[in-house]
């Protein structure tokens, strides 16, 4: 589905912007570290459900072998598995319902929404490269990650557990 955002346009002109609606789907799997500017991936799955998400979560404990790792989520239905507790040396906290401003992997996918915005793509493989590009992006510059998700109350806490 195409993604408007404002645009410019002269005055007195109603901006004319093609528009396309289809129903492909692929998603992006996404943790970042407002600390450290870290980020990891998976995209193009073809769902997002639990058995995703456990295939995700093992992979980025794969990443990090040697380190206790900590997932916080929103309360997604496919966060809820049980299962995806179990997984050794992760910890899952969920966030209270509906407070997006308390994750800051949000501002990533608005990030992620921005490049692809008001335009028309001729088909999933161009949508794909250019969230490709755009997550690549962000991922190879941590300074630009931690400026965008280091809230100043997530610093202030990690300072006082750290």
């Given at each position: 589905?195409?993604?408007?955002?404002?645009?410019?346009?002269k005055v007195g002109e109603?901006?004319?912007?093609?528009?396309?609606?289809?129903?492909?789907?692929?998603?992006?799997?996404?943790?970042?570290?407002?600390?450290?500017?870290?980020?990891?991936?998976?995209?193009?799955?073809?769902?997002?459900?639990?058995?995703?998400?456990?295939?995700?979560?093992?992979?980025?404990?794969?990443?990090?072998?040697?380190?206790?790792?900590?997932?916080?989520?929103?309360?997604?239905?496919?966060?809820?598995?049980?299962?995806?507790?179990?997984?050794?040396?992760?910890?899952?906290?969920?966030?209270?319902?509906?407070?997006?401003?308390?994750?800051?992997?949000?501002?990533?996918?608005?990030?992620?929404?921005?490049?692809?915005?008001?335009?028309?793509?001729?088909?999933?493989?161009?949508?794909?490269?250019?969230?490709?590009?755009?997550?690549?992006?962000?991922?190879?510059?941590?300074?630009?990650?931690?400026?965008?998700?280091?809230?100043?109350?997530?610093?202030?806490?990690?300072?006082?557990?750290?």
């Amino acid at each position: 589905m195409s993604n408007m955002r404002r645009s410019w346009s002269k005055v007195g002109e109603r901006a004319v912007l093609r528009q396309q609606q289809a129903f492909e789907n692929r998603y992006l799997f996404s943790a970042v570290s407002p600390i450290s500017g870290e980020s990891f991936h998976l995209m193009g799955l073809e769902v997002m459900d639990s058995a995703t998400e456990l295939v995700f979560l093992t992979a980025l404990k794969k990443q990090h072998p040697d380190q206790h790792v900590v997932v916080v989520y929103d309360n997604a239905p496919c966060h809820r598995r049980k299962d995806l507790h179990v997984i050794p040396g992760l910890t899952i906290i969920h966030l209270p319902s509906y407070s997006p401003e308390l994750n800051p992997t949000e501002r990533f996918f608005e990030e992620m929404r921005r490049d692809t915005a008001c335009e028309v793509f001729d088909g999933l493989v161009p949508l794909e490269e250019r969230i490709t590009s755009a997550v690549n992006r962000w991922a190879d510059d941590t300074m630009a990650m931690q400026q965008l998700l280091g809230y100043g109350w997530i610093r202030k806490q990690w300072l006082e557990v750290s």
